[in-house]
């Protein structure tokens, strides 16, 4: 049977989601806690929705796994908890304090958690001052030591939403596609100074986000112009000026998908190649 996982954890001192051979990571912790908790003969495989990168955190990561639907019936023992909810428990016991499981359930007919998704929702911190950086946020806030405008960042991110070929914003990988709907990015400044960009997207190729943040922050710091980034965008090409923001300012906050009737051809649609708009 197949289950879901909510997760979050501090990717500070992981290489990343992705199982590794020799390296600490975040799948490598779960597979394996998961495996000893359904008595399985070895780790248990797990797809999940955004395969964040070294030092990416996430306070909404969804994942699920195909398990024994016996071992997890059995999950409960004798207590009046549901299997998901013995599991959980079981799995939070376990796992390390920088991952935490916040919920185990049965998945419902046709879910996957990578290509059933339809929006991510990730954030980026940044604070401008290092008198005012809080070191209880050290770990998830970049300080880049610029006074950074948020009215013109705002209006150089809108000139980025849309479908499009975000090939500029990407690091290539063979046979994968560029093509993305971006339906929300926008800067705010919270009560405490910092500077938080707001993302969704569809789905996200690899190192987009800190890459579309980078595109912005020169222009909020009065570098380029706010056409910057829209320019970029349109030559389809890496840009120079266009650095990859670090990554522990980055956290995937939150996976939106579809009713639970539509969540089978979401996925079917998810795999097909997307083409750009005319």
Known sequence: MRIRLDLAYDGTDFSGWAAQPGRRTVEGEVSAALATVLRAAEPVRLTVAGRTDAGVHARGQVAHADVDPVAYAAAPGRSARTPGEAVAARLRGILPSDIVVREV???PPGFDARFSAIWRRYRYRICEDPARLDPLRSRDTVLVGTPLGVDVMNVASASLLGLHDFAAFCRKREGASTIRTLTAYRWDRDEDGTVVATVVADAFCHSMVRAL????????????????AGAVLRAGARDPRVKVMPAH?????EVGYPAVGDLAARAVEARARREAST
Request: hydrophobic content about 45%.
């Open 213 to 228: 943040v980078g595109a912005v922050v020169p222009v909020g710091a009065g570098r380029v112009g706010q056409e910057f």
């Open 249 to 253: 300012g980055l956290s995937l906050e």
């Open 105 to 107: 359930s049965g998945a």
